[in-house]
């Protein structure tokens, strides 16, 4: 976990056992509750977004939806002015503290990928998860322009995929979304969801699944997502 996450963390949790968060004014929606910033008003549309794409997503990664928190902040100043990072989700606990002009779907994604297997297996913070977290977050972004926008170093792109299995900098998180945009073209939605569900021990099968899965090896399928992201559309 990074240390940004870990400190976050840490100061959530004394918060609650000081009782900070029980003046957030709350509203129950299905399946998520949501505890807003006192005096910050939410749009009604903001909400039920976020219902919905819950719902969607968990159908399309064939979960139950589990009932969870939704802590909403004004912005990632806000959260940052009481010591949180307010774009952190916690997949034991079914909680989420997210900010206002984030994504819809990202950090909901955590919390069903949780449902299909441990962070043992598929770490949160690691390249697979968060690029399927990308590409489900119900922006509509195409992930390989996106990608590209970044400019990323040659260094940056031939770094193997292996290094990535426990930790992503937020930065890369478009790559990330590339990486699942193009298998999802070239293989079907169906193996990434395979390949996701059998991913062990921090995703250490990696290079023996890609063989099952994808029928090339891991550094093959890295070269091929590479000649994909150069060619024009």
Sequence with gaps: MPQWMEETKQRIQLLEKEGFFNSWPKREMELITFFVYPEFVVPENWIEKRVTIYKANAEKLRVKPPKIKFFVYPSMEDGRKIGITPAIT????????????????????????????????????????????????????????????????????????????????????????????????????????????????????????????????????????KEWLKKAD
């Design 90 to 225: 916690f997949i034991k606990q079914k909680e989420i503290h997210g900010h206002i002009k984030q994504s819809a779907g990202h950090e909901l994604a955590h919390i069903l990928l949780g449902e299909i297997s441990p962070s043992e297996n598929l770490p949160a913070n690691g390249l697979w998860a968060e690029g399927i977290c990308v590409y489900l977050d119900g922006t509509g972004t195409d992930r390989k322009k996106h990608a590209l926008s970044l400019n990323l170093s040659d260094e940056i792109i031939n770094t193997p995929w292996t290094q990535w299995r426990l930790n992503l900098s937020g930065n890369l998180y478009p790559l990330a979304g590339s990486i699942v945009q193009y298998c999802v073209e070239k293989y079907g939605w169906d193996a990434v969801l395979n390949y996701t569900n059998e991913l062990r021990d921090s995703g250490a099968n990696d290079e023996k699944l890609s063989l099952k899965i994808f029928r090339v090896n891991y550094s093959e399928l890295q070269t091929n997502w």
